[in-house]
C-alpha cells in the first residue's frame, strides 16, 4: 500500500482501497463445481475494454498456480476462472483471483447472476429464429415470382415448395407457441400464443388445401414470416424475462451450523444452532458469527454488527452487551449467554422478512400480458366475427373462411410482439453500457413508474469507508505516529488512518490490541495509546459524539496528543443523482440503521428532507411497506445485508457493485460504477423505454386500425398481408434503436476512470 | 422452366449452407464475446473461441 513519493499515493491508495475485495467466503459460495475438484468463478471487471485488458487480466490469472484457465468475456465484461479447489493438499482462496485482478489495476466484483452461457432455452430459440428466417426467405423469394406473374404450372411448382419448406418449419419453429398455447388453453385461460398458433394452423392447413387445388393464392409465405418475426420477439423476451432468484439462500448462509456451548462444569461440547436453549452459554472465537441472539457474560471483542444497521464501524464488546444472530465476532473471543433461540433470533427474523417480500413481489404483471389479455380476445372475437359476418351475408363459407383466416394473420401480433422486448433489450444494452445492470425486464418497466426513492446511507449515499478530515490541519508528527501504530490494526478506522499518512512513519514493534478499546504500546516516550476516549484517556469518559463524526484519540501516557476525526466521505455524484432526481419530481427520503447526528449530516449535505436513522431491518421494510400502502411506488437504494427485506419489498431495487451479495441478489438493478448518478440515469432510461414502449404499441394498434378493415372487407391477398407485416415490424424496430444514444458524462468518464492508469500517469 | 429444374435446388442448397454455417458457429461459441474475439485475433497465442 505505501509508497516512497510522499504526498501522491495517498489520495491513490484512498482511491484503491475504497472497495474492499469481495470476501472469500462470498467468492467460494458463488463458484460452482465444474467436476474433477475443479470449480468455476465469474467475477465481473467492469474496466475491460480493449486487447490489452484481455491479456493483462487473463495473464495475471493464468499465472497462479491454482488457475486451469481464465476467460475474459469483452461483451459482457466478465472474467470467469475455473481452478483447483486444492494444490499440494492446500484449499484455494478464491480471494486470491480477486486480488491478481485488483493488483492489475482493475476494479472487480462478484458476479453471482446465473451463467448465461448455459441458458438452453434461449439456445433453442436462437435455432430456430435461424431455421424459420431461412424458411422465411426461401419462400418469399418464391412468393415474389408467383406475384410478379409466374404461369400456372410454375406457381403451383413454387407453391409445392413452399409447402415442403414450411411444414417442417412449422412443426420445429412453431412448437413454442403450441406448446405455450396448449398449456393456456389446457388451464382455461388464452394468450397471445392462441391466435397466433391458430393463425399458422390454419394458414398453413387452407394454403395446402389452396394448392392441392392449384389455386391462386397461398398463405406460405405470410405463415413463415409471421414465425419469424415472433420468434425474434421471443427470443428477446426471453433474454429479458423474469429470472427466479432469492436473496434467503445468502442469508441462512449467515447463520452458523453450530456453536461451542459451554456447559456449567465446563466441559465443551459442539451443537447444532437449533439446539441452543436459552440460557447456555456458547463460546465464540474470534471470525466466528454469532449462533444466537445473546448478551456477554465474558471476554472483549469488536462485534461487526453490519447486518444489523449496516455500519462498518464495529461495536465494541464488553460483558453485558446484547449481540444479534448473525454479527461477525471480529477481534477477540466472547463468552456469552443465549438469550433466544435460533428461531427466535434476529437471523431468523430478517429471513421471515426476505420470504413476505419476496412472496409479495410476483404480484406485477408485464405491460406486454397486460396487452395480450385485452388484444387475444379482440382478435378472436373479430376473427369469429367477420366468418359468421361473410357466411351468412354471401353464403360462402370457403370465402367467409379465407377472410377470416386473413384477418387472423393480419391481426398476428408480430409489431405488438416486437413491441415491448425490442425496447428492453436496447434499453438494457443501453444501461449496460452506462455500467448498470438490469435483472429483467419487468423491472424496467416497475422502475419507470416510480415517484419515491428511498435510500440507505451506509455504502449507499457515503462510501461506506471513513476518512481522515482536515488532514492538513494536524500535527504530522501525531499523525504518523497515530498511523505507525494503526498500522498494526485491521479495525476499520486504523486502515483509514494509516492510509491517511503521507510521510514515513516512525516503526513501532510491540503494539498490543486490546479488543473493544484500541491500540497499547510502550516507547521511550511513554504508553502510546490510539483508540476511543475511554480507552485512550485511560478513564470512563463518555462522550456522547453530537458531531455525527467518529473519532480516534491518541495519548501518551494519558495525555492527549491528537483527536482524529473521520467523516463517511459522500459516494461521487450524490448529490448530482439527487438533484436529477428532484427535478423529476422524486420524492426522497433516508432510511438508515446508523446514529442519527451522522444521518441528519449526510441528509443535510443532500439536501433530503426526510430521513430516519437507528432503524433495523424490520423498520426500514415497515417504512417501505407503509409508503407503498399509501399508493406509493417507491424505489429503494441500499447495499447492506439489513437493506436486503426493504430492497425486496419495495416497488424496484438498485444496489451497488460493492454492496453485500445478499443485498445484490435482492436487487434488480446492480450499477457497477462508483457513481450514484447510475440511478437517477437507470430511472431516465427506463422513463424513455416506457414511452417508446406506448409508442410501439399506438403504430401496432393504428396499423391494425388500417389493415383490419381491409382484411375483414376481404380485399388482403399474400402480397398485401406480406407489405403490411414486414413494414410495421420494421417501424416497430427502428423506432425502438431511437434509444441508443449518447451516454451520459458521468458514465464515460466512468468508463475511463474504470481502466487502470499507468504509475507514471498517477503520479504526474 | 428447366432452368428451375436445377436454380432452385441450387438456390436451397446454398441457403441450407449458410443456415448450417450459422448454426455451427452458433455452436461452437462464436457469438459468446463479439468485441473480445476482435481483439483476440491479434493475439498470437489465442486461436479459438473458448467458454
Redesign the interface.
Known amino acids: 500500500m505505501s509508497c516512497c513519493a510522499p504526498g501522491t499515493e495517498g489520495a491513490a491508495d484512498a482511491e484503491r482501497a475504497r472497495h474492499a475485495l469481495p470476501s472469500s467466503e462470498e467468492l467460494l459460495l458463488a463458484s460452482r463445481p465444474v467436476g474433477e475438484g475443479l470449480r468455476q468463478s465469474d467475477l465481473s471487471v467492469p474496466g475491460v475494454h480493449?486487447?490489452t485488458c484481455?491479456?493483462t487480466v487473463e495473464g495475471a490469472l493464468n499465472a497462479l498456480p491454482e488457475v486451469v484457465?481464465a476467460?475474459?468475456?469483452?461483451?459482457?465484461r466478465r472474467v470467469?476462472v475455473v481452478w483447483k479447489e486444492e494444490v499440494e493438499g492446500r484449499r484455494i482462496d478464491p480471494q486470491a483471483f480477486a486480488a491478481a485482478i485488483r493488483a492489475t489495476g482493475y476494479d472487480t466484483h462478484l458476479f453471482s447472476l446465473v451463467a448465461e452461457?448455459d441458458d438452453a432455452l434461449r439456445?433453442q430459440l436462437?435455432?430456430a429464429v435461424?431455421?424459420s428466417g431461412?424458411a422465411a426467405?426461401?419462400i418469399m423469394?418464391l412468393s415474389v415470382s408467383v406475384w410478379s406473374g409466374a404461369e400456372a404450372?410454375?406457381r403451383d411448382?413454387f407453391h409445392w415448395?413452399s409447402a415442403f419448406?414450411a411444414g417442417p418449419t412449422l412443426i420445429y419453429a412453431g412448437r413454442f407457441f403450441y406448446k405455450s398455447a396448449w398449456n393456456a388453453i389446457r388451464h382455461g385461460r388464452t394468450n397471445m400464443d392462441v391466435p397466433i398458433a391458430l393463425a399458422i394452423t390454419l394458414s398453413y392447413a387452407v394454403s395446402l388445401w389452396e394448392t392441392l387445388h392449384s389455386a391462386e393464392h397461398a398463405w406460405f409465405d405470410a405463415t413463415v414470416s409471421l414465425l419469424f418475426f415472433l420468434l425474434i420477439g421471443r427470443t428477446l423476451d426471453h433474454v429479458m424475462r423474469d429470472r427466479a432468484r432469492s436473496a434467503i439462500p445468502g442469508l441462512a448462509r449467515l447463520s452458523p451450523r453450530g456453536a461451542m456451548v459451554v456447559r456449567p462444569d465446563g466441559t465443551r461440547d459442539y451443537r447444532p444452532v437449533e439446539e441452543i436453549a436459552i440460557g447456555e452459554h456458547l463460546s465464540i472465537a474470534a471470525g466466528e458469527r454469532i449462533p444466537v441472539d445473546c448478551r456477554v457474560i465474558a471476554g472483549a471483542s469488536d462485534i461487526d454488527r453490519s447486518i444489523v444497521n449496516g455500519e462498518s464501524d464495529p461495536l465494541a464488546a464488553a460483558p453485558g452487551t446484547q449481540l444479534e444472530a448473525g454479527a461477525m465476532n471480529l477481534t477477540g473471543s466472547l463468552t456469552v449467554e443465549a438469550t433466544a433461540t435460533a428461531r427466535d433470533s434476529f437471523l431468523s427474523e430478517v429471513i421471515g422478512l426476505m420470504e413476505a417480500a419476496e412472496g409479495g413481489r410476483a404480484r406485477y404483471r408485464r405491460i406486454a400480458d397486460r396487452a395480450a389479455q385485452v388484444y387475444s380476445p379482440a382478435v378472436h372475437l373479430l376473427a369469429l366475427a367477420s366468418f359468421l359476418g361473410w357466411g351468412f351475408f354471401d353464403g360462402d363459407w370457403k370465402h367467409a373462411m379465407l377472410v377470416a383466416i386473413a384477418v387472423l394473420i393480419i391481426t398476428c401480433p408480430c409489431a405488438l410482439g416486437l413491441a415491448v422486448p425490442v425496447v428492453q433489450v436496447v434499453a438494457a444494452g443501453r444501461l449496460f453500457a452506462g455500467g448498470v445492470m438490469v435483472k429483467d425486464g419487468s423491472a424496467m418497466e416497475r422502475l419507470a413508474e416510480i415517484d419515491t426513492a428511498v435510500f440507505d446511507k451506509t455504502g449507499t449515499l457515503t462510501l461506506g469507508k471513513p476518512r481522515l478530515v482536515d488532514r492538513d490541519k494536524l500535527n504530522r508528527a501525531h499523525l504518523s505516529l497515530a498511523a505507525a501504530l494503526a498500522a498494526h490494526s485491521r479495525h476499520p478506522l486504523s486502515l483509514a488512518l494509516a492510509g491517511a499518512n503521507a510521510g514515513p512513519a516512525p516503526v513501532i514493534d510491540a503494539v498490543t490490541e486490546v479488543a473493544g478499546g484500541g491500540l497499547e504500546a510502550v516507547t521511550g516516550q511513554g504508553v502510546l495509546r490510539l483508540g476511543n476516549r475511554a480507552f485512550a484517556c485511560g478513564k470512563a469518559v463518555t462522550s456522547e459524539d453530537a458531531h455525527g463524526l467518529s473519532e480516534v484519540v491518541l495519548t501518551c501516557g494519558g495525555k492527549v496528543l491528537e483527536t482524529f476525526r473521520f467523516e463517511d466521505g459522500l459516494r461521487a455524484g450524490a448529490a448530482e443523482a439527487i438533484t436529477a432526481l428532484k427535478q423529476d419530481g422524486i420524492d426522497m427520503a433516508i432510511l438508515s440503521g446508523d446514529r442519527a447526528p451522522a444521518v441528519a449530516r449526510i441528509a443535510g449535505l443532500l439536501g433530503i428532507g426526510r430521513w430516519r436513522a437507528a432503524l433495523s431491518p424490520r423498520e426500514k421494510t415497515e417504512a417501505v411497506a407503509e409508503r407503498a400502502a399509501a399508493g406509493r411506488r417507491v424505489l429503494m437504494v441500499g447495499d447492506g445485508i439489513n437493506d436486503a427485506p426493504a430492497l425486496a419489498a419495495a416497488h424496484v431495487s438498485i444496489a451497488p457493485a460493492t454492496a453485500a451479495d445478499v443485498g445484490r441478489q435482492a436487487a434488480d438493478f446492480v450499477f457497477l460504477h462508483e457513481s450514484l448518478e447510475a440511478v437517477p440515469f437507470a430511472y431516465q432510461t427506463a422513463r424513455r423505454a416506457g414511452r417508446l414502449i406506448r409508442q410501439n404499441f399506438s403504430l401496432a394498434i393504428g396499423y391494425n386500425v388500417i389493415a383490419v378493415p381491409i382484411a375483414i372487407l376481404g380485399h388482403a391477398t399474400p402480397l398485401i398481408a406480406a407489405i403490411a407485416m414486414s413494414t410495421s415490424s420494421i417501424i416497430v424496430v427502428v423506432n425502438s434503436l431511437r434509444l441508443r444514444g449518447r451516454l451520459p458524462a458521468f458514465a464515460v468518464r466512468a468508463a475511463d476512470e474504470a481502466r487502470p492508469v499507468k504509475p507514471m500517469v498517477r503520479a504526474a | 422452366?428447366n432452368t428451375?429444374i436445377f436454380l432452385?435446388p441450387i438456390?436451397?442448397f446454398l441457403?441450407?449452407l449458410?443456415?448450417g454455417a450459422?448454426?455451427w458457429s452458433?455452436k461452437s461459441g462464436q457469438y459468446?464475446?463479439?468485441?473480445?474475439a476482435a481483439?483476440?485475433v491479434?493475439?498470437d497465442g489465442d486461436d479459438k473461441p473458448?467458454?
Open positions: 480493449c486487447g484481455i491479456t484457465r476467460r475474459v468475456n469483452l461483451s459482457t470467469s452461457g439456445n436462437i435455432r435461424a431455421v431461412f426467405t426461401n423469394l404450372a410454375t411448382l415448395i419448406i | 422452366m428451375l432452385i438456390a436451397l441457403g441450407a449458410g443456415l450459422f448454426l452458433l459468446d464475446d463479439v468485441e473480445g481483439w483476440r491479434l493475439d473458448g467458454r
